[in-house]
């Protein structure tokens, strides 16, 4: 079982550095601050890549970071969402009437936006996406909440991640990471909560 994970998480990371090899939009976001839409920051404790521009389709309010590639990390961070916004958009289906993305709505409860964040990654299609352990965090005397998620790639890969959701003024401010369960999720993970935990809410 180990060796077919291993080989899905190698086919995995052949596509991500034939994707990133192949297009040059990927840009650096370095160790730092790091601005997300208008007086809203958060601090990377390492180099990122901003993969953002490689994706055509995508949610214009989010960047999306990755370090290893797409198909073995991303960390997907909001600027304040409305109702209007997506956080998630189908790299080929896109946004439309036909295949719309995943829209919050305003001043949401903790368990609907922990609800929007696993649909909006199931319109990534991801595959059983169940989210677990939500417990409250502090944000410089913001609350918010902070989750486990499971799922499967169409593939078969098993894949976890962690997302925080806060409310402020109407909108919701998300922060999401998504890896391979086997070795690339907790690679990274201590860098992702301390972005987590950095988030400054305009």
Known sequence: MRKITALKTI????????????????????KGALA?????SVSLSRDW???SPLYYSRAKKV???????????????????SAADPLMVH?????????????????MSYPEQIEFVTNSLAA????????????PVDLNGQRAVRFDITAKTAEGLNVRG??????????????????????YY????????????SAKLP
């Open 36 to 40: 997300v839409g208008t007086g809203y």
């Open 186 to 197: 907790d690679a990274s993970l201590k860098d992702v909560l301390a972005t987590m935990a």
């Open 11 to 30: 086919a995995a990371a052949t596509l991500a550095a034939a994707l990133l090899a192949g297009c040059g939009g990927a840009t650096l976001a370095p």
């Open 91 to 107: 790299p080929v289906k896109g946004d439309n009437k036909n295949a719309p993305a995943p829209r919050g709505k305003a001043n």
């Open 162 to 183: 962690v997302a925080q959701a806060a409310s402020k003024g109407g909108l919701g401010y998300y922060i999401v990471y998504i890896a391979p369960a086997e070795h």
């Open 63 to 81: 960047k999306i970071l990755s370090i290893d590639g797409p198909g073995l990390n991303r960390l997907f961070v909001s600027e304040g969402l």
């Open 124 to 135: 990534l299609d991801y595959q059983k996406v169940e989210a677990s352990a939500p417990k």
């Open 49 to 51: 890549s901003d993969i």
